[in-house]
């Protein structure tokens, strides 16, 4: 069998259609969009539509998307904005956030002028939701709460309409990091009363390098990246044409094929779970697997012996690619700090995450692999 590729939380492959929407920018439409002539109209153009295509997708103005380089440029740009320009001196945050928010948190938290907590998580890894209303109602600061609206290594799904009305009770800027959700969900942001929020296209089968930050326009901030008017003046730098198209075009087609996609999506996940049970007893799975979680993650763990300790590099020469954790912590001598904040003891945890391009017979045939390697 060819790769089995069951690591889709860290990338998808670029969708065929996408391809096809992005290359004529990258061609013969070449045109720099801050240029007054016909090629650099024509791109304005492009860019415009996408805006207004992820504006509709997300029920928001075009106005209110900012195009940024992914998730992590995002979610810096909302953290240093809350800090510099709306005035929030205390940070929340939880310890299974993704390192593009804690190592953004950590940098700007001087433990004076400003400062953080940790919500506490429940035994399942969802957010103490009691913790985080007494940690807002005791801070005379003000607060953001940033919560990523699904975790990326243990899928679980944030109550993302019961924080956003703690942080309106308390008066708190709330920023969501979706990049699991964006492309994967409805999200209708006019249900969802939040400030900012961040998603990357290689997340659903669009480009790598290309991203968006949802401003809510009741809020003026300040640029992150400075020397130029694009973005009306919020992000400097000529735009990625092609990769912006691409998001657009990707989340159209997310959005077009939702229902049916995800319902395939689920049973793999749904089939991978029975399988796992039946075929390795000792498995057990991190996170609120069968709740009020993704249905394209499964993170598992299994026991720790001297012929597990080696599970992914054996998976790996078995031509199957999966996680040990994030994709960003891959290959790094430090375990899941998602697992270690699950405080799920010694085990060898691995997550698998699912596209519409997996199959059963895939799954089979990492059960089979699994079942000789461990």
């Given at each position: 069998m060819e790769k089995i590729y069951l690591d889709n939380a860290a990338t998808t492959s670029l969708d065929r259609e996408v391809l096809d929407a992005m290359l004529p920018y990258m061609t013969t439409s070449f045109g720099n969009p801050s240029s007054?002539?016909?090629?650099?109209?024509?791109?304005?153009?492009?860019?415009?539509?996408?805006?207004?295509?992820?504006?509709?997708?997300?029920?928001?103005?075009p106005g209110e998307i900012?195009?940024?380089?992914?998730?992590?440029?995002?979610?810096?740009?909302?953290?240093?904005?809350?800090?510099?320009?709306?005035?929030?001196?205390?940070?929340?945050?939880?310890?299974?956030?993704?390192?593009?928010?804690l190592h953004t948190v950590e940098h700007y938290c001087d433990g004076e002028k400003i400062t953080s907590g940790f919500v506490k998580l429940l035994p399942d890894g969802h957010v103490d939701l009691k913790d985080l209303e007494q940690q807002l109602a005791a801070q005379d600061r003000k607060c953001l709460v940033t919560l990523m609206h699904a975790n990326n290594e243990i899928g679980n799904l944030l109550a993302i309409n019961a924080v956003s009305a703690l942080c309106r009770k308390y008066g708190a800027v709330f920023h969501?990091?979706?990049?699991q959700t964006?492309?994967?969900?409805?999200?209708?942001?006019?249900?969802?009363?939040?400030?900012?929020?961040?998603?990357?296209?290689?997340?659903?089968?669009?480009?790598?390098?290309?991203?968006?930050?949802?401003?809510?326009?009741?809020?003026?901030?300040?640029?992150?990246?400075?020397?130029?008017?694009?973005?009306?003046?919020?992000?400097?730098?000529?735009?990625?044409?092609?990769?912006?198209?691409?998001?657009?075009?990707?989340?159209?087609?997310?959005?077009?094929n939702y229902e049916k996609e995800s319902a395939y999506i689920r049973d793999l996940k749904d089939y991978m779970i029975t399988q796992l049970q039946s075929k390795i007893p000792s498995v057990k799975f991190n996170g609120d697997y069968k709740g009020s979680c993704l249905y394209t993650v499964l993170s598992a763990s299994f026991p720790l012996t001297e012929r597990s300790e080696m599970l992914l590099f054996n998976l790996d020469i078995h031509n199957i690619c999966v996680s040990g954790g994030s994709a960003c912590s891959s290959g790094a001598s430090q375990g899941s700090h998602v697992i270690a904040a699950l405080d799920a003891g010694d085990a060898v945890p691995v997550r698998f995450s699912f596209s519409k391009y997996n199959t059963k017979e895939e799954i089979d045939h990492t059960i089979d692999a699994l079942k000789e390697l461990i």
């Amino acid at each position: 069998m060819e790769k089995i590729y069951l690591d889709n939380a860290a990338t998808t492959s670029l969708d065929r259609e996408v391809l096809d929407a992005m290359l004529p920018y990258m061609t013969t439409s070449f045109g720099n969009p801050s240029s007054v002539y016909s090629y650099g109209r024509e791109t304005r153009l492009a860019v415009e539509t996408a805006r207004k295509t992820v504006a509709r997708h997300l029920n928001v103005k075009p106005g209110e998307i900012f195009f940024t380089s992914g998730g992590t440029e995002s979610n810096n740009t909302a953290i240093s904005a809350s800090i510099r320009d709306l005035g929030c001196t205390h940070i929340i945050t939880s310890g299974i956030e993704h390192h593009a928010v804690l190592h953004t948190v950590e940098h700007y938290c001087d433990g004076e002028k400003i400062t953080s907590g940790f919500v506490k998580l429940l035994p399942d890894g969802h957010v103490d939701l009691k913790d985080l209303e007494q940690q807002l109602a005791a801070q005379d600061r003000k607060c953001l709460v940033t919560l990523m609206h699904a975790n990326n290594e243990i899928g679980n799904l944030l109550a993302i309409n019961a924080v956003s009305a703690l942080c309106r009770k308390y008066g708190a800027v709330f920023h969501s990091d979706c990049v699991q959700t964006v492309g994967h969900y409805p999200i209708d942001l006019e249900r969802i009363d939040v400030d900012f929020i961040s998603a990357s296209g290689h997340k659903f089968h669009g480009p790598k390098g290309a991203g968006i930050l949802y401003v809510n326009s009741n809020l003026q901030i300040k640029p992150f990246i400075f020397g130029g008017g694009q973005e009306r003046n919020m992000r400097a730098g000529t735009e990625n044409v092609y990769g912006i198209v691409g998001f657009a075009k990707a989340l159209d087609l997310a959005m077009a094929n939702y229902e049916k996609e995800s319902a395939y999506i689920r049973d793999l996940k749904d089939y991978m779970i029975t399988q796992l049970q039946s075929k390795i007893p000792s498995v057990k799975f991190n996170g609120d697997y069968k709740g009020s979680c993704l249905y394209t993650v499964l993170s598992a763990s299994f026991p720790l012996t001297e012929r597990s300790e080696m599970l992914l590099f054996n998976l790996d020469i078995h031509n199957i690619c999966v996680s040990g954790g994030s994709a960003c912590s891959s290959g790094a001598s430090q375990g899941s700090h998602v697992i270690a904040a699950l405080d799920a003891g010694d085990a060898v945890p691995v997550r698998f995450s699912f596209s519409k391009y997996n199959t059963k017979e895939e799954i089979d045939h990492t059960i089979d692999a699994l079942k000789e390697l461990i």
